[in-house]
Every structure is written in structure tokens, then in C-alpha cells.
């Protein structure tokens, strides 16, 4: 089955600077990557997904970019704000077998003001 | 404009006692999805309903029942919580298998 690896588990950053969050998966026939914010106490959020036919996918401050012949994609956050502090995880949906999301393990984003 | 809700969002049971948990929809999706999260971990798929296919995650404990009666509701049934059971159960729907997951508040279940 499917196996979502995450990097780093942990990330702080200055506010301004930019983050980037990356993900590797092991099947090459997953065709979803969604990336899932969640607040504290909150449910997951989607906030940028992208298919396996696309390689870059861009929504303001929020980019992903997919490399299919590396299994990887990555979460890149620009500008970052104090309200982007949250747990970020990725996913790939397993095509074969029980067709579900794999998440990562997640990252712990901190904004330093 | 609630698309995905959770009932209660905060539940105490005993240990032992048996617990229901209850998930409903209003975007008539097909995919129904409940999920176990613990404290900062990503979350764990328990089961999921395509229609009314159900399918059971390998290392679902057998303490864990659902039941789909609808396309709107789904339940989850936990029929001896354990103190390890305490944890935030997510329920989330997609259109289809594959598509974007809509995740509900979640119940938080405590056992005492």
C-alpha cells in the first residue's frame, strides 16, 4: 500500500520569510495530493490540492509543486503570516486497493513574529 | 451553511460503555469517512462507505462499528470504549473516491 513520508516535523520561521513543508510518497499510481492545514482544537482544512497531471499549482501566498518520477511533492508557503501557526499535513490517495488518503505524518508550523 | 456535522462535539463515556457518535451531511456526497485522531497525529482512516459499500480499514479495532442507513448519516459505534479509545473522531465526505475530503468539527470523546 501506499506510504507517505513528511519533512520536517517541526518548522519555525520568521515572519515574512518563507516556508516550505516536503512530502514523498511510494505508490506512482496516486493521482491526489491534498495538503490539509489544521488549527489547534479545529478540524483539517484543505488548502491547496494538485493532480498528477500537473506539476505546479499556485493560490496567492500558497504553492505546490509535484515531481512524479521523484514520488514528491512540496508545500510552499511565501509572505508568512503569524495566522499561517498550525499543523500542515499532506496526503496521496492510494489508487489500488481500499481507494483512500494516506496523510503524512505532519509539521508543526511556528510563525515567529 | 454547516455542510458536515458532528454530534455531540464533546462526549464522556465510561469506560465500557457503549458509545454512539454520529455524523450527518447536507452535500449528497457519495463518500462518507470516519477518521480517529489523537493529540497532533495525522488522522487515521477507520472505515469508509462508498454508497453503501463498506469498507473496513486491516487494523480497525473490532471494538468499532459503523452504520450508513443514508446517504446523509453515518454513525459511529463503539461498543467498549477503552481509555485508549479517547481521542477526536473526525468524520469528512467527497463526492467521489479520489475527490477533495470535507471534514466535519469532530467529537471529542473522553472515557473516564
Known amino acids: ?49 494538485i493532480r498528477s497531471n500537473v506539476g505546479e499549482k499556485k493560490d496567492q501566498r500558497i504553492a505546490v509543486t509535484l515531481n512524479k518520477t521523484a514520488k514528491h511533492f512540496s508545500l510552499h508557503i511565501t509572505e508568512t503570516q503569524p495566522e499561517d501557526s498550525a499543523v500542515y499535513f499532506c496526503a496521496a490517495f492510494e489508487v489500488g486497493g481500499a481507494q ?14 | 451553511d454547516a455542510m458536515v456535522i458532528q454530534n455531540p462535539r464533546y462526549q464522556v463515556t465510561q469506560f465500557g460503555k457503549p458509545v454512539t457518535l454520529s455524523c450527518s451531511q447536507t452535500l449528497n456526497h457519495n463518500v462518507m469517512y470516519w477518521y480517529q485522531q489523537k493529540s497532533s497525529q495525522a488522522p487515521k482512516l477507520l472505515f469508509h462507505y462508498y454508497d453503501k459499500d463498506f469498507n473496513n480499514e486491516a487494523d480497525t479495532p473490532d471494538n468499532f462499528q459503523s452504520r450508513r442507513p443514508n ?7 463503539i461498543r467498549s470504549p477503552g481509555l485508549g479509545d479517547a481521542a477526536m473522531y473526525l468524520c469528512a465526505t467527497s463526492r467521489e473516491a479520489g475527490g477533495e475530503q470535507y471534514f466535519g468539527p469532530g467529537t471529542r470523546l473522553t472515557v473516564t
Open chain 1, 100 to 113: 483512500k488518503l494516506v496523510f503524512g505524518q505532519g509539521t508543526r508550523l511556528t510563525i515567529n513574529p
Open chain 2, 71 to 77: 446517504t446523509s448519516f453515518c454513525f459511529l459505534d
Open chain 1, 1 to 49: 500500500g501506499e506510504n507517505v513520508e513528511q519533512h520536517p516535523s517541526t518548522l519555525s520561521v520568521q515572519e515574512g520569510d518563507s516556508a516550505v513543508i516536503k512530502c514523498t510518497y511510494s505508490d506512482s499510481a496516486s493521482n491526489y495530493f491534498p495538503w490539509y492545514k489544521q488549527e489547534l482544537g479545529k478540524r483539517p482544512q484543505l488548502i491547496i490540492d
